[in-house]
Antibody, heavy 118, light 108 residues
């Protein structure tokens, strides 16, 4: 079955960077796009961007352009999301999610809490 | 960019039918997907392509989409259906994945 296992919680200071990993299993890694979505405490879902694990191409939400980088390692079936110049407003749970049919997000990782605090 | 509007909250008694709406300009021309999120858990896809159910999702969950409104309908509501529900579409704009603001379903 499809499994997406994310790295553990992080605490970062303002201005630092964070890199979250998402290891996929149970399917052909390069056959499905992967998205990153975040959720601030008590708030809704916010789309951050998408990566094609096959060729590595990416597309980022305008809000995160210049601050986010998504990469992948096909040898370990892992995608990464790095967010730089962190501020308190970036405190959130970050999810990876595998794309399904018609642009839906059919499978989600368990989430990684990133806390930005001085 | 494309905007999806959901009511912040919907309340329903057990055994009754809950309807959660998702409004957007000509949303009937797009495919709408719905997610359920319980506290402390990741979202789960419950409806895709407006009205299709992934395997494992009860038949009590159904969806429709026409004009400017998509609707998630939950029949014979149970206490375990209490959760936040989000609609989502794929848009051709610069940020292609768009979520509604979410609706908190309360089972009375």
């Amino acid at each position: 079955q499809v499994q997406l296992v994310q790295s553990g919680a992080e605490v970062k200071k303002p201005g630092a960077s964070v890199k979250v990993s998402c290891k996929a299993s149970g399917y052909t890694f390069t056959s499905y796009y992967m998205h990153w979505v975040r959720q601030a405490p008590g708030q809704g879902l916010e789309w951050m961007g998408i990566i094609n694990p096959s060729g590595g191409s990416t597309s980022y939400a305008q809000k995160f352009q210049g601050r986010v980088t998504m990469t992948r390692d096909t040898s370990t079936s892992t995608v990464y999301m790095e967010l730089s110049s962190l501020r308190s407003e970036d405190t959130a749970v970050y999810y990876c999610a595998r794309e399904g049919m018609g642009g839906n997000l059919a499978g989600w990782g368990q989430g990684t809490l990133v806390t930005v605090s001085s | 960019s494309y905007v999806l509007t959901q009511p912040p909250s919907v309340s329903v008694a057990p055994g009754k039918t809950a309807r959660i709406t998702c409004g957007g300009n000509n949303i009937g021309s797009k495919s709408v997907h719905w997610y359920q999120q319980k506290p402390g858990q990741a979202p789960v896809l419950v409806i895709y392509y407006d009205s299709d159910r992934p395997s494992g999702i009860p038949e009590r969950f159904s969806g429709s989409n026409s004009g400017n409104t998509a609707t998630l309908t939950i029949s014979r509501v149970e206490a375990g259906d209490e959760a936040d529900y989000y609609c989502q579409v794929w848009d051709s704009s610069s940020d292609p994945v768009v979520f509604g603001g979410g609706t908190k379903l309360t089972v009375l």
